[in-house]
């Protein structure tokens, strides 16, 4: 079974500054992998995904994301964030049948000026 | 545009009340997808449908129903509420076949209370 580990609750940060937020999935299986942003007082909203090609893989927004097969990452990076980025996001593998996905527990990122 | 509603965007319900949830999506979907977002926990899945009439129990059903009764319109019904059901809830739509069947779109959620 597929499980989605985010290390970090909370990620402070000024702004301009670059984040990293780390992601990490097991799955014995090929995976899909799912960035999604949630601003506060609304749903989600996809960020980016990976299903096969490039590692690098870019969203909106300015966010990117790389997936390592081998260390079973897909950690999200901005080079410079802004205040607009302030939300929570959500790390997510596809379990592999009836489309459904695993979600990580989440990271809030608080930018400050 | 793809658009999820939900029909509330915040709920009070009392403890022993049956509560339904709406959920209306206008991109023909097949998938229909409710979940339950709580601090720490992330989203957790109840039901799925991935089709009329079709359910399938997610990872927390006990406690839940659903109905789909039309393609668009997935309910989440909760039979007698209990505090411990205090949560958002979001609601969420995908296709069933091909690339995009990954990618959920989803509602702004309603967050319930019971009292």
């Known amino acids: 079974a597929q499980s989605v580990t985010q290390l970090d609750s909370q990620v402070p940060v000024f702004e301009e500054a670059p984040v990293e937020l780390r992601c990490n999935y097991s799955?014995?299986?090929?995976?899909?992998l799912f960035w999604y942003v949630q601003y506060p007082n609304q749903g989600l909203q996809l960020l980016l995904k990976?299903?096969?090609?490039?590692?690098l893989v870019k969203g909106i927004n300015g966010f990117e994301a790389e997936f390592n097969k081998s260390q079973t990452s897909f950690h999200l990076r901005k080079p410079s964030v802004h205040i607009s980025d302030t939300a929570e996001y959500f790390c997510a593998v596809y379990r592999g049948s009836g489309d459904k996905l695993t979600f990580g527990t989440g990271t809030r990122l608080a930018v400050r000026p | 545009d793809v658009k999820v509603t939900q029909s509330s965007r915040y709920l009070v319900k009392r403890t022993g009340e049956k509560v339904f949830l709406e959920c209306v999506q206008d991109?023909?979907?097949?998938?229909m997808f409710w979940y339950r977002q709580d601090p720490g926990l992330g989203l957790r899945l109840i039901y799925f449908?991935?089709?009329?009439?079709?359910?399938e129990k997610g990872d927390i059903p006990e406690g839940y129903s659903v109905s789909r009764e039309k393609k668009e319109r997935f309910s989440l019904i909760l039979e007698s509420a209990s505090t411990n059901q205090t949560s958002m809830y979001l609601c969420a739509s995908s296709f069933r076949w091909g690339d995009s069947s990954y990618e959920q779109y989803f509602g702004p959620g309603t967050r319930l209370t019971v009292t």
């Open positions: 799955s014995s299986v090929s995976v899909y």
């Open positions: 449908s991935y089709d009329v009439k079709m359910k």
């Open positions: 990976y299903l096969s090609g490039s590692t």
């Open positions: 991109m023909d979907h097949e998938n």
